[in-house]
Each structure stands twice: as C-alpha cells, then as structure tokens.
C-alpha cells in the first residue's frame, strides 16, 4: 500500500471503514502532515453536528503539543463564536459519535475538548504514511504558485580577532533556520558577511608593521596575526578610553566636543589607524595587499571549520565588496530627501526625526570614511535589485539592535518600506563564556578540539553506551560536534552562551550526545531487518498497546512541530520534541517496571547487556520493524532539520512501506 499519494490515502483511509474521500479545507496539507488528515475529518464532523462554518470548525481544532493532553482539540469559543460554551458543550458532547472508527469520545476540560485518536486505527493508517515518505517525511508543501525566496544572512566573522561565542551561535542557528524555510519549500540562499574592512582592519595594519614577523606568520598565519591584533590593541585601549574621558569632561565644560576628540585622535595609534584606513579607502597597494593576505587566511581557516559544522553558503560577501560609487549613490539619494546632514565634519541622520525617541546615525565620519551603516544600507538595498527576495534574516546577537533599529527607519525614510518589512533581524544573547573557556588567541579549530576532547572523557566514563557507536573513540570528533550544535540550539534566545563541553557532550536528555545515541541504537535494531516486511491483522493489533501507540502519536506530530517552529524560528522546539521520541522509543524497548519490552532475544531489554550486543541480537516482528522504522526516519529527519549529521554506524536505508495491501 502508497499512502504517498492522494489515492493511496484514500485507498488506506477505505481501508479502516472511513470515508474514501477527505474533506477538503484549503489549510489543510494532507499529504505532508499526517494530522491534518485527522483535522480535515472531525472538521467535518463538528459541522455537521452544530451546523458552524467549515472554516471555523478547521480553525477551531488545535495541536495539544503534549499527547497526555489529547491528540487533537476543539476550542469552542472559535468553533461557535457567540454561544457560550456551556450551552454548547453537553449538546456537543451528547450527539458525538460513540463509535467513530477515527476518533474516541471527546473530553469536557474547560472550553476545550479532547479528541484522542483510536489506538487500533493508528498503526494501520500512520506507520504506511510516514514510511512511504521517509526523507521527505516533515517537509512541507508550499502553497505559493512560484515558491518564495529568503535570504539567510550568518556567521559573518571578523577577519581581525577570533571566532567569538556570538559568530558560533550565529552560524549554528542561521544554518537551521535556513533548512528550517528549505524543508517549507522556501528557495533559500545562504550568506557569509564578513566583518573585513574598516577602521580595526587598519589597526591591524598599524599592529603588523610595529610586530609582524614573517617567519611566525608562514609557521601558523592565524595564530600570528591574533597575536599581532592584540598586541596593538593592548596599547591602543588607552588611547581609546583618555578620548572618551576627554569627550565626557568638554560636555560637562560646555566645550565643543568634537574639537577635543579630534585633537586626541590626531595623534598616537589614532592618527597611525586612521592613516591606514585612509590608505585601504584609497586602494594603496602595500595597505590592499596586506588586507588580502588576511582575508584569504582567515576564510581558508573558516571554510575548514564550516566543513566540519556542515555548514554550506552559497555566497560569501564582505563590507570590502560594497563599492565607493554605489555607497555615494545612496549617500546622494539621502541627502537629496533630507534625510542625512552633516555635523562636526561627519555626515550623520539624526534618527529622532525619523521615528525614534533620539540617537545619531554616523555615516560618514569627520574623514569621510565610511561606517558601518552605510556599508550595511548599500548592501541591503543592492540585495533587494539583485535577489528579489521575499524575506531577509540576519543572525546576529543583540548588540546590533541599534544598528537594526535604525536601519528599518531609514529604510522607510527613503520610501523603502517594503523592503523594510522584509528583513528581520533573529537576534540573541552575545553574551559567551567562549573566549574565557578557550583563552585569547584561539584559532577556530580549538572550539572543535575542545568538544572532541570532552567528548572521549564521557565515552571513557560509559563504556557501555560508547559501545552502541562502534570504534567510538575515532568518532568522538563527528560526536562533539553534534553535541555542540544541539547545545547551541537548545539555549534560549535570551541566555547567554554558556561554553560547558562537559555539559553539552554528556549522556543527557536533550544532548546531541543523547540523540545519537538512540538513533544508532535504533539503526542497529534494523540492522538485520532489511527487506519488506508483511504486516497482518495480528501484527497491527500488536501495536495497538498503549506504548507503541504513544510513540506513534508522538511520530504523527513531526510535521506539526516542523512547521510551528519555522513560524517561530526556535529550534530548541524540535530538540524537545526529539526528546519526547526517544522517551516514547524507549519505554516501548524496556519499561521501568520490568514487564517484557516486547522485544524478543535473550538480551532484548537493553538495560541489562551491552546496548550494542542487545541492538544487534534483538529479534523484532514485523510489527516492530515497521515502528522502530518510523521512529527512525523521524529521528533522523529531525537532526537533519537541525543542522546534526545522523551518525552513521550502517548503510541501513529504508524506503519500502512494510504493509500489506
């Protein structure tokens, strides 16, 4: 049986006694998620029994999110608005079929209703639905007549100092959001921004002619040239903090400012950067050719460690690629509207008249150079001209909202607010512990280096869940990093980043650790089960017991789950729900009470022998087979959505459904 296919659903709907033809309802998507197929049937249902709109009763019936709390529900204010739901209930309740072949009789919990499923109608609709999709299985279709294209725009390093905690967090989000608009039929474009031109650039130049050494360079480029950009820093930091402290005294004088801190800043390493920055404007060739070197070092280091991450771009762009003749053109386009004026020398927009409480965007500083605003509003607008896009998301933590903020009003300013509305800035915490775990100086490969390190302390402590991943030790490196990116996930947008590699590698729920682990075991279940399996009556009324069932219903939400968390771009989601798969998974191969897991084989219980030799000698039904299947492509589709390469112990695929027809 292919339930892949409207006839073949319809076929396997016939086939448990309910109408061969589903409802149709515009939201719904049936052939992608599984419990759309249910909401289509008892939206009809609720129709016919109060007589409300189809529309209403659709909307009407929501995801519980916890399968304690129903499978479906009814909130009966939205399905009859104006009657109290009092009134409604008991005569609800009382025409609802008793012996629906789909659903059981609802429950009365405040005003909402509980609809669970029938547990013998799941097996034998649900485990053919998700097998016949397999990879597919989550994806959802587009309704759109041409799919939409969104910009994902993360990482975006600066090429001058490390790899900080916030360009991590942001590579390792920005590339799930982006499978996340992928897997909703989004064409997707993924963008690396760096961080390499301007003003620290030019610092770094002033660093390497007072420290660069040619000979330390060619050892370990990277490492040399952190080396070199904290050495001028250290002795630049004075400088930076006696112009402040000027600033702040001439404003509690009444002094003019801008005079005193452009004569501290025309001396010492100021006068030495801002004279490199000028030279790298102007395209003077010792300055350009130094600021090569340092690019093309530092993207052949991040190429590495995105390979490693899996992260792909399919462009890499920077603030040096943003041209003098396209920045000046949008500069004349503000000032030709008003918009900008100039101040102290410097070319600025005073943001209270454009929609905020107050705050001044520089432009241009008293040099001329350009800042970062400028660079950033040229690009925007040139992306708009060249990728026509119906969304933009910058990944970038919470000390760019100001940048943002003023960005999205000037942007309207211009009249540009379609274009406004488009981009959104996904921020979050850039507070990190990276740098103080890893020290000053780290090169990107050390936060791999440390995962991996942690990651052989857990194995060598549980020898016994090691064993699950065959010659684990050679794999600890391709394990942290899964650790690593689940870590990274599953905090908050609004904690900080906590740098604990003995926290995220362990053997916990909700780890990368933890999820590999059971989809290993999973795949070594399958392992010696390959070919297609038969299902009779009696295999699916095997699997109408209460835990294979709960982990079904768990199975059937994968979709639902998916699309909730591209709406509110919070992987952490699909990580808790991962999680709820491998509890569901593992109460049906050893329950806590002892009782027999169902199972078969002298060491089916897993708990009690080696998990690998337990996996390997474990004799299944088919029954089983094509449950643990399910739960598999479930599992292995959800580390994919977040980024998290399955880990491969066997070459086990499966794309057969193990139904009869």
Not at 292 to 311: C, D, F, H, K, W
Request: hydrophobic share 40%; proline share 5%.
């Amino acid at each position: 049986m292919n339930a892949g296919d409207i006839a073949g659903l319809e076929r396997a709907l016939g086939g448990i006694s309910l109408t061969t033809q589903i409802p149709h309802f515009h939201e719904a998507d049936i052939l992608h998620n599984p419990l759309d197929v249910c909401r289509s049937y008892l939206a009809e249902l609720l129709c016919n029994l109060v007589g409300c709109e189809p529309d209403l009763a659709y909307r009407s019936i929501q995801w519980p999110n916890n399968i304690f709390n129903g499978d479906l529900t009814v909130t009966l204010p939205k399905l009859c608005p104006g009657v109290k739901p009092s009134e409604l209930a008991p005569d609800l309740l009382k025409k609802f079929p008793n012996d629906h072949v789909l659903f059981l009789p609802p429950i009365l919990d405040g005003v909402h209703l509980r609809i669970f499923l029938s547990q013998d109608v799941l097996p034998r609709l649900f485990i053919p639905y998700i097998v016949d999709r397999a990879r597919n299985y989550g994806s959802l279709a587009t309704r759109d007549d041409a799919p939409r294209k969104v910009l994902v725009e993360f990482s975006s390093p600066n090429i001058w100092e490390e790899f900080q905690g916030r360009h991590l967090r942001s590579t390792i989000v920005g590339a799930c959001v982006s499978n996340l608009f992928e897997s909703a039929g989004w064409i997707v474009k993924r963008i690396n921004h760096l961080s390499d031109w301007g003003k620290n650039v030019a610092l770094l130049k002033v660093g390497w002619d007072r420290f660069g050494n040619e000979d330390a360079y060619q050892a370990d480029p990277m490492l040399h040239l952190l080396d070199v950009y904290h050495r001028i820093d250290d002795l630049f930091r004075p400088e930076v903090a006696a112009s402040k402290h000027a600033r702040d005294e001439a404003v509690k004088s009444g002094k003019d400012e801008s005079e005193v801190q452009a004569e501290l800043e025309s001396q010492g390493i100021y006068a030495e950067r801002n004279a490199a920055s000028k030279k790298l404007e102007e395209g003077d060739e010792d300055a350009v050719a130094f600021w090569t070197r340092l690019r093309e070092v530092n993207i052949s280091v991040y190429t590495e460690l995105y390979a490693q991450l899996g992260v792909t771009f399919d462009e890499h762009s920077g603030e040096s690629q943003v041209s003098a003749d396209s920045m000046a053109k949008v500069e004349q386009l503000l000032k030709a509207k008003g918009i900008c004026q100039e101040s102290a020398g410097a070319s600025v927009i005073h943001m209270q008249d454009h929609g905020l409480r107050a705050g001044t965007a520089v432009l241009r500083d008293r040099a001329g150079a350009p800042m970062y605003l400028l660079r950033d509003l040229t690009t925007m607008i040139e992306r708009a001209e060249k990728h026509e896009f119906d969304k933009m998301i910058v990944v970038a933590g919470n000390n760019n909202n100001s940048h943002f903020t003023q960005l999205h009003h000037i942007l309207i300013a211009l009249g540009m607010k379609e274009l406004a509305d488009k981009i959104q800035h996904l921020k979050f915490s850039d507070v990190s512990t990276m740098s103080e775990k890893l020290g000053k100086g780290y090169k990107p490969q050390a936060i791999i280096d440390e995962c991996e390190r942690s990651m052989i302390a857990v194995l060598d402590v549980d020898p016994e869940k090691a064993a699950i991943f065959r010659n684990p030790e050679p794999n600890a490196r391709a394990l942290g990093i899964s650790a690593l990116i689940a870590h990274e996930l599953i905090t908050q947008p609004t904690s900080a980043h906590h740098f604990d590699t003995s926290a995220m590698t362990a053997f916990k729920p909700g780890t990368g650790t933890e999820l590999q682990y059971w989809y290993t075991k999973v795949c070594l279940l399958l392992e010696k089960h390959k070919g297609k399996p038969i299902l009779t009556d009696e295999d699916y009324q095997s699997l109408a017991e209460d835990d294979p069932v709960d982990l079904l219903r768990v199975l059937i939400q994968f979709p639902e789950v998916a699309h909730a968390t591209h709406t509110s771009l919070k992987p952490s989601a699909i990580i808790a729900y991962l999680t709820s798969v491998v509890e569901q998974l593992e109460a049906c191969l050893s329950n806590d009470d002892g009782e027999d897991s169902g199972v078969e084989g002298d060491e089916a219980t897993m708990e009690t022998a080696p998990g690998k030799e337990a996996a390997e000698h474990a004799e299944l039904t088919p029954g089983q087979v094509a449950l643990f299947e399910s739960a598999r492509i479930v599992l292995h589709n959800g580390l994919q959505l977040l980024g998290i390469t399955p880990y491969a112990t066997t070459s086990h695929q499966r794309a057969d459904t193990p139904t009869a027809e």
